[in-house]
């Protein structure tokens, strides 16, 4: 890979009070790259997401974001650099409908875009349009996922972070799900930095992987090659949710 990556995560330690739940994470990730971080449940792969945010910062090392140290930037200031997130559980705002929930992800430098792209998301999720007088907290699981998709994507971002897109969704939604995050992607060129339990869906869509444990990368490879590595296969595929 050439070039200076769109995000890089450096020697990033992150503690809870005296809990250190980050030790030492180097990720980077290249501008229109899929790229996914895959570990068990514990391992610090939130953490990751929010110290990307701000919230909570990294103690020590960096996270440079279009070349620009953002590690002590607070959170709102992060977000104006275009680094938008689907967080673990959407938390959307479950009373109000599907429409102002989209109003509330668009910044104020973005307001003369908002129609066209209210369209955009309804266009890669019809589901949103359909219901988009409806409260929030009425949606189904897979709705609410697409409604916190959509309400990231209306911030415009160069870089979307999601968390658990597919934690709890039945396989079919799930599948919709990723289908729209490629065809963003491929389409519009978006980045993506993905946090998965869901090794398998996540790696097939990804270009490249990094694997957590304990708050540590232990592995990092193409989307493929984590793919048929035996210990992630061993440790994430087998028996897994396929
Ligand atoms: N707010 C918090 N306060 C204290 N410890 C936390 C907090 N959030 C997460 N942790 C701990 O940090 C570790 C990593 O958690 P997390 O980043 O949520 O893992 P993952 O997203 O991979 O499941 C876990 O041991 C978890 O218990
Ligand atoms: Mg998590």
């Known amino acids: 890979m050439t070039g200076e990556p769109l995000l890089k995560v450096q020697a990033v330690e992150t503690y809870y009070g005296n809990i250190r739940a980050l030790s030492g994470v180097d990720v980077d990730v290249h501008k229109g790259e899929i790229v996914s971080l895959i570990g068990a449940n514990g391992a610090g792969k939130s953490t990751l997401m ?7 910062q990294a103690r020590t090392g960096q996270v440079i974001f279009d070349g620009e140290d953002i590690t002590r930037l607070p959170t709102h200031l992060i977000a104006r650099k275009r680094i938008a997130q689907s967080p673990e559980g959407r938390r959307i705002f ?81 599948k919709g ?40 990368v232990t592995m ?13 296969r061993a440790a994430y595929l087998e028996g897994g949710r396929h």
């Not at 929010?50 to 909570?56: A, D, E, L, R, V």
């Not at 869906?201 to 957590?212: E, I, N, T």
Request: aromatic share 6%; proline share 5%.
């Open 220 to 232: 990092s490879g193409t989307g493929k090659e984590l793919l048929i590595n035996p210990e992630v």
């Open 94 to 174: 479950p009373r109000m409908t599907v429409y102002e929930n989209l109003q509330m992800g668009a910044g104020l430098d973005n307001l003369k875009y908002f129609n066209e792209d209210v369209e955009k998301i309804f266009t890669l999720f019809p589901r949103l349009k359909e219901r988009q007088s409806q409260r929030g907290g009425t949606l189904s699981g897979g709705e609410q996922q697409m409604l916190s998709i959509g309400r990231a994507l209306m911030a415009r971002p160069k870089l979307l972070l999601l968390d658990e897109p597919s934690l709890g969704l039945a396989p079919l939604i799930v």
């Open 177 to 216: 799900i990723f289908e729209a995050i490629k065809k963003l992607n491929k389409e519009e060129g978006l980045t993506v930095f993905l946090v998965e339990q869901n090794a398998f869906a996540a790696l097939k869509l990804s270009d490249r992987g990094y694997v957590m444990v304990n708050g540590k």
């Open 50 to 56: 929010m110290t990307i945010c701000g919230s909570p």
